[in-house]
Structure formats: C-alpha cells, structure tokens
C-alpha cells in the first residue's frame, strides 16, 4: 500500500455478482455489495474496489458498471466479451435448439422449464442433459477460467497492482481464494457451510476437491473468516481448529421490500404457459431448492405421499429448484410419483416472493444448512416453514415453524397434516414475521464494515 494514502484499501472478489444462476453465495455476495456501496460513502476510513474477472472497479462506480455504461475502458474489458458471448449462446439455444427439442421429448408432469426428460431414451436424455448444463452456464466459467491462463503477462500486471494498492482481500467464497495464492495480503474468507467435509456423501468428488484446496489456501494464509451462523462457526472451528478470534458469526438478511406478502400477480397464463401449473393460494406446499442429496427430497416427496392417504384436501407438492447433482435417486422417485407432485424446475427469482407467498407451507427437512436462507425468504412472505432439526435451521427460524426429524418420514408427514390448520399457519406466519426483522442485509453489511476496520487495525 501507498503509505501516503491514509485510507484503507479493501478488494473484494466479485465474480459471483452478474452469476446468472443464482444461488445462496450470490445472494449472499449481491447483497452485501449493494449494501456496502451506500455505507462507503458514510465512511471515509475505507475505500473499496470490486475485482470483476481481471478488471477492478471502484465499489462507488458500482451504479455505472451495472447499467453498462462504466467509463473504465469497456473495449478492453474481457468481461464484456465473455458477456456478450454467454448471451449469444443463450439466444442460440433457448430460440432455435429448445424449440426444436420441444417438439420431441415427452412432456409429461415434469415441466419443460429444466430442458431435461426424467423418460425416454438414456441416449436423448443425455443429450437433453448436454442442453441443459450449457442453458445454465456450468461450461462457462471453466471456459472462461482456461482462456484466463492464457492472459499470463496481464495476470501477473493484475497480482502487483493488488500487492501495492489493497490492505484487505475479501473472498465470499474458499474456491475462489485460490485466485490469490500468490498474492501476500490478509485474506479474509466468508465460510457459508463446510458440508463437503461433514458430509462428502453428499458432494461430488470435484466439488469438495475444489472447496478444500480453497480452505487449505486459506489457512496456509492464516486467513480472517466469517461465518453465516453460529452452527457453522462451531463446525469450521471444529473442523479446522481456527482460532476463536479469527472467526466472527456475521448472519445473513432478507429484503424485506420484495419478499412479502406478495399480493399482484403474473397471471394464470403465465404460470400455465411457463410451467404448466395453475398457482393457487394454500393448494400446494412447497419445496425450494436444488436437486442434490443435502436437500432431502425423496423425504418430503415420500411424506407428502402419505399425507395425501389421510386426507381429502385437494392439495400439490410443488417442488421448484436447479438441477443439481447425485440426483439419480430424485429423478427416479418423481418418475413413479403422484400426479400431485408437479416440478417446475429452475424458477426466476422474479417469481419466488409469489409463490413462497401463495404456499401453504414450505417443507425444508435438508440434512445440513450453513443457514437457511430460504427460511427466512419464506417466512418474510408470510408463509410459515417445515424444518431440519440440525445445524443452522433452528437458529435461523428461532424456534418458529415445525422442527422435524429429516430421518423420519412419519415426522414430516405429521408436521404437513399440521400446517393444514389455517389456525396454526396463522399464528405461525405471525411469529415468522417478527423474526425476519432480526436479519437484514443492511445489519450484515454494517458488521462485516465494522469486521474490515477491526482486521486492518489489528494487523497495524
């Protein structure tokens, strides 16, 4: 650092920002930047850049990068080009390959919003697979990480310019620290879960190489961390015997201003149009999350199932989220499922606020959460929640909602018949929103403001 300049420098890595597929760590890192953008202009202690691919930018020209008319040199910006890439692709596939594709594959229950077939030949389904994994970008980014290596001259200039500019590197996720190995400057490290160590069952094998190369990075640095809960503070503490005043319990937020009680809506047409499905009030439970051992699936599928045995109510099991991994064991009980149990795939956050709200309840009975954000989304749109008795999930509801055994079937089951009396959601969905006021994102950027200031000074 310049010793003349008395501000404090902080880079943090943003490439997680304009992620398209998103998912809790871009959540996660989305808000705390545009939390961070208005707290620096209060603060005159710290200057913050974000670090784009190989480009930085000034965390206060935030606003003109996002609109797409920054003055930092775009014609030489690769992200751009990767950018404009990426969206040709997507014009490609989603306007002459998906239409094509359509009129072949059988559209059965499962919804064509995920670009894949759970019937039918293996051989066109893994084609249809190929489609997909290219309509969700998990070929980009390692693209784009071989063509970086190709940029050696420009990547070695970027590692001395952060060396004599920065104080502080902020990494919201361990993999993408290993960007930084051969730069000597405090890290600091946001931890989010360490379940590829706790439960490797759960992973693939690539996954958790890549998250515990990142964390061993990480402590060959003596990195700072952040952890989202106290539960996963105690597990990585656990785990990796990281000193207790290395680490701070910083938790997550909610946006309270579009996740509520969502009450326009886009229409039957278009939930029929898009996915097949009429959106009801209280005629579905619901399932968020990615297709992946970790969320406990087959469970809630199984419990609903059983539900259904005991009761005449004409309800639905809707179950929205990602493809995910391992997930064989998933696909094969949707294919023998009840016609009641509809997947919609992928869903646009757009939509999320609307059907979280028009849910009867939110059935999440994962094995293992960091946190839970989609607890709390749920609970902000005053739809009350069905949870995992472990890890974060507890400490992230407070008690509010129905604990269960992610074991027991029976259990969930039980809690679903519950959440059928209108009078228990009620006082359910009241309580939920008293708990939402205790996370925000401004609170997590503020003490993750505050957390910068005391690393930097203790490291005087």
Request: proline share 3%.
């Amino acid at each position: 650092m310049n010793k003349k300049n008395k501000k404090y420098r902080i880079l943090v890595e943003a490439s997680k920002y304009y992620q398209e597929k998103t998912d809790g760590v871009q959540r996660y890192l989305k808000n705390l930047i545009d939390q961070l953008y208005a707290l620096q202009f209060k603060n005159n202690d710290i200057e913050i850049d974000l670090l784009f691919g190989k480009n930085i930018f000034s965390l206060k020209d935030l606003n003109l990068y996002v609109e797409g008319i920054s003055e930092h040199d775009q014609n030489k910006n690769t992200e751009n080009f990767y950018w404009e890439l990426k969206q040709f692709r997507m014009g490609v596939i989603m306007n002459l390959i998906y239409p094509f594709l359509k009129m072949f594959y059988p559209q059965g229950k499962i919804n064509s919003s995920g670009l894949t077939a759970f019937s039918g030949n293996k051989y066109w389904n893994a084609f249809l697979d190929f489609v997909y994994n290219l309509y969700y970008s998990r070929y980009y980014p390692i693209m784009l990480t071989r063509l970086t290596r190709l940029g050696k001259g420009r990547y070695k200039k970027l590692i001395q310019k952060i060396e004599e500019n920065y104080d502080l590197i902020h990494v919201a996720l361990p993999q993408n620290a290993l960007f930084f190995e051969k730069i000597h400057l405090p890290l600091l490290v946001t931890l989010h879960d360490i379940s590829h160590m706790l439960f490797p069952d759960y992973h693939t094998k690539d996954n958790i190489k890549r998250s515990e190369k990142g964390i061993q990075l990480c402590l060959a640095k003596k990195a700072d961390y952040i952890a989202v809960s106290t539960s996963t503070l105690k597990d990585i503490i656990h785990q990796y015997d990281i000193p207790e005043d290395k680490i701070k319990k910083i938790g997550e937020g909610v946006d309270t201003e579009w996740f509520n009680a969502f009450e326009e809506c886009f229409g039957d047409d278009y939930w029929n149009d898009i996915y097949n499905f009429k959106l009801e009030e209280n005629k579905y439970f619901l399932c968020l999350g990615t297709l992946e051992p970790r969320k406990n699936l087959i469970s809630a599928i199984r419990a609903f199932e059983g539900l259904l045995q005991e009761t005449e109510d004409d309800i639905y099991l809707v179950i929205a989220g990602g493809k995910g991994w391992k997930n064989r064991d998933i696909k094969k009980e949707l294919k023998i499922s009840s016609d009641k149990i509809i997947f919609l795939g992928e869903v646009d956050d757009l939509l999320l606020p609307e059907i979280y709200t028009n849910a009867i309840a939110l059935i999440y009975p994962s094995f293992y959460e960091g946190f839970g954000l989609p607890l709390l989304e749920s609970m902000a749109c005053g739809t009350p929640v069905i949870y995992g008795n472990n890890s974060a999930m507890p400490e992230t509801v407070q008690g509010v909602g129905i604990p269960v055994n992610p074991h027991s079937v029976e259990e969930i089951k039980k809690a679903l018949f519950q959440m059928l009396d209108q009078n228990v959601r009620n006082e359910l969905a009241r309580k939920g929103i008293q708990v939402v006021r205790n996370f925000t994102w401004k609170k997590m950027a503020e003490n993750t403001f505050d957390y910068y200031l005391e690393i930097l000074n203790r490291r005087k």
